[in-house]
C-alpha cells in the first residue's frame, strides 16, 4: 500500500509540479534517497546509578549470553546461514533490582554495539511509544513529519532496520553495506504476549528481556537464556546500605548492626534504598533503628495499612520499608508524592508538577516554584523519587506508588485523583482553532497522555462527586480530548 507521506519530491527538479513528485512503493524499500541511519544510536533513557553496588556473576552472565564471544552476527545472508538472535530474560520480583542491571549493563557494553534501544514493555501504549522513539533517533523518520505519529510505520521500520541493519544505504547495489549491531532491551514485560508484534524475528542481535513473570523465563522461546534474579547477598547488602547512609567509620557493633538490618530486609535493593532514606534522615544509629524496627513490625496493623492478601504475599519487609519511609513527610512533600502515586511512574515531566495552576485549588499541593522545589528536595532525601536534571522528569517505583496509594483512604485517594486529573488537564495542548502548531501539539499530547492512561487504569477505586460542578468537568473533557 502506498502510504501518502511516502510522495516525495525528486531532487533537483522543482520546475513543475505534477512532474516532480515520484511514488514511493514503501518505506522498506532501501534503494531509493533513503538517508542513512544515524550511528551510532544510543537510546537508554536511565543514567549509570553510581550507588551501583554487586551483582557481578549476573553482569557476568549477561555478557556471556548478549555480547561475546566477539562473533554477534548475522543475519541469513546468500549462503543461507541461520539468523541468529541472542535472547536472556531477567525475572524477579518487583524491588529486585532488574532495571537497574539491565541499566548498568547497556551502559557498560553500550560502545559495543552500533545501536542500543530501549523499550517500556509494561504497556502497549509505551512499546508503541519507544519504537517511535527509536524510529525517530536512529533516523528513519522524522521527527516533524507526519509520519512519526504513525506507530505502525514506525514499528515496521524499526523491526525491518533490525532485520536487515543496514550502516549506510548504498545507490549502486553491487556493493554490499557493511551491517550494524544493535541491542535492545524490552523492560518490564509483564505480559509475553505484548511483545507478539514487536519481537525482532529472523534478525540478528542482542535482546535482553526484564519480568516480573517469573514463567517469562521458559516462555521466551526455548532457548532464551534467562535467570530469576536473586536478592543481593549480604556483604552486598550491608555496602549498599553503607553507601547511601554515607556511613564509613563504624565501630564494630554498629556494622553488626547495618548487616543485621541489611539481613531483615532481605536483601531488597527497593527496601534497604528506602530504609536507607529512613535511617540517614532520622539519623538513627543502626542499633537504634533495630531496636524500633523490632518494635513496629512486631504490630500487626503496621501503620494502619491496610494489606490486601496479595500484597501481603509480595514480601512484608518490603511494604514495612515503604510504608517507613513515608512516615514524618511534611504535609506538601505528602501531597506531591500522592500526585506521583497515581501518574505514569517511568518519567514525570515537570511541567506537569510545577507551577501548576490547577495545583493552587488543591489544598496542600506545592503550588509554587519554591515550595514545589522544597518538597521535591524532601522526597529526593527520602530516596522516594528520583529527578533526571537534562530532561528534567521525575520517577517513582511502581512498587512505592502502590504503597503510597495502599496507604490512603478512599477519601483521600478520591481527592487525589481528581486534583492530578486537574493538574493534566491544565498542562493538556486542547486544540485551539488554529493550525500550524500540529506537530507542537502532537509531541505534547505523546508526552502526557501516559499519565491520562495510568489514571484510566485507576479509574475503578474512584467515587466521582455527586453534585457536578466545572471543576469536576475537567477529567471527562480531558479522557475525551486524549482518546482521540
Ligand atoms: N545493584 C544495585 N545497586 C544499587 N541500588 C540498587 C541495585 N539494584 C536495585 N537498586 C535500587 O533498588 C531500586 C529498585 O530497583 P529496580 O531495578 O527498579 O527494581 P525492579 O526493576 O526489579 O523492580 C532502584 O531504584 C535502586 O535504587
Ligand atoms: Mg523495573
New binding site residues.
Given amino acids: 500500500m502506498l502510504h501518502p507521506m511516502l510522495i516525495t519530491s525528486v531532487e533537483g527538479r522543482d520546475d513543475s509540479t505534477a512532474a516532480s513528485f515520484q511514488m514511493i512503493p514503501s518505506l522498506a524499500d532501501f534503494s531509493i534517497e533513503k538517508a542513512n541511519p544515524r550511528l551510532p544510536c544510543h537510546v537508554i533513557p536511565l543514567s549509570q ?1 553510581r ?5 557481578r556473576t549476573i553482569l557476568e552472565a549477561l555478557e556471556n549470553a548478549l555480547v561475546s564471544p566477539a562473533e554477534h552476527r548475522s543475519v541469513s545472508d546468500s549462503s543461507g546461514e541461520e539468523t541468529h538472535l541472542r535472547t536472556f530474560a531477567l525475572c ?10 539491565a541499566t ?1 549493563f547497556v551502559h557498560r557494553i553500550k560502545a559495543k554495539f552500533d545501536a542500543v534501544f530501549w523499550v517500556r514493555a509494561d504497556e502497549p501504549s509505551k512499546i508503541a511509544q519507544s519504537f517511535s522513539r527509536s524510529a525517530v533517533s536512529l533516523g528513519l523518520i522524522d521527527a516533524d513529519s507526519m509520519d512519526a505519529r504513525d506507530q505502525v510505520l514506525a514499528r515496521d521500520a524499526v523491526l525491518g532496520w533490525l532485520a536487515n541493519p543496514l550502516k549506510e544505504y548504498k545507490q549502486l547495489d553491487d556493493q554490499r553495506s557493511e551491517e550494524a549491531s544493535w541491542f535492545l532491551v524490552f523492560d ?1 514485560v509483564d505480559n509475553p504476549d505484548i511483545l507478539d508484534d514487536y519481537w525482532p524475528a529472523d534478525s540478528a542481535g542482542s535482546v535482553l528481556i ?1 519480568s ?1 513473570d517469573p514463567l517469562a523465563k521458559s516462555y521466551f522461546y526455548s532457548r532464551s537464556d534467562g535467570i530469576a ?1 536473586p536478592p ?1 547477598d549480604n556483604s ?1 547488602a550491608t555496602k ?1 546500605l553503607l553507601n547511601l547512609t554515607g556511613r564509613r567509620r563504624l565501630t564494630v557493633d554498629e556494622r553488626k548492626a547495618a548487616t543485621a538490618v541489611a539481613e531483615i530486609l532481605g536483601g531488597l ?2 527496601a ?2 528506602q530504609m536507607a532514606g529512613v535511617i540517614a534522615r532520622s539519623d538513627w544509629s543502626f542499633s537504634e533503628f533495630l531496636e524500633l524496627y523490632q518494635k513496629e513490625s512486631a504490630q500487626t496493623d503496621l501503620f494502619g495499612l491496610q494489606l490486601g492478601p496479595s500484597r501481603a504475599r509480595a514480601g512484608d519487609e518490603h511494604t514495612i520499608a515503604s510504608v517507613w519511609a513515608l512516615q514524618n513527610l511534611q504535609k506538601e512533600s505528602a501531597v506531591l508524592l500522592n500526585a506521583s502515586s497515581v501518574l505514569d511512574p517511568d518519567g514525570i515531566p515537570e511541567y506537569i508538577l510545577e507551577d501548576n495552576p490547577a495545583g493552587k485549588l488543591w489544598e496542600g499541593y506545592p503550588s509554587d516554584s519554591a515550595s514545589y522545589q522544597r518538597a521535591r528536595t524532601e522526597l529526593l532525601q527520602c ?1 522516594l523519587i ?1 529527578r533526571q536534571q537534562d530532561t528534567k522528569r521525575i520517577f517513582i ?3 512505592i506508588q502502590d504503597a503510597v496509594r495502599a496507604k490512603m483512604s478512599d477519601e483521600q485517594f478520591d481527592v487525589t485523583f481528581s486534583s492530578t486529573l486537574s493538574l493534566l488537564s491544565a498542562v493538556w495542548p486542547y486544540e485551539e482553532f488554529s493550525f500550524g502548531n500540529e506537530i507542537y501539539r502532537w509531541a505534547r499530547c505523546e508526552e502526557i497522555s501516559p499519565h491520562v492512561f495510568k489514571m484510566q487504569k485507576l479509574f475503578p477505586r474512584f467515587h466521582p462527586p455527586r453534585q457536578l460542578s466545572a471543576f469536576s468537568l475537567e477529567g471527562p473533557k480531558l479522557l475525551l480530548d486524549a482518546a482521540w
Fill in positions: 546509578n550507588d551501583f553496588v554487586g551483582r524477579g520480583s518487583g524491588g529486585m533490582g532488574k532495571t537497574q542491571i548498568e518490564n526484564t516480573r534474579l543481593l552486598e549498599l535493593p527497593l534497604i534504598t530516596s528520583t517505583h511502581r512498587l
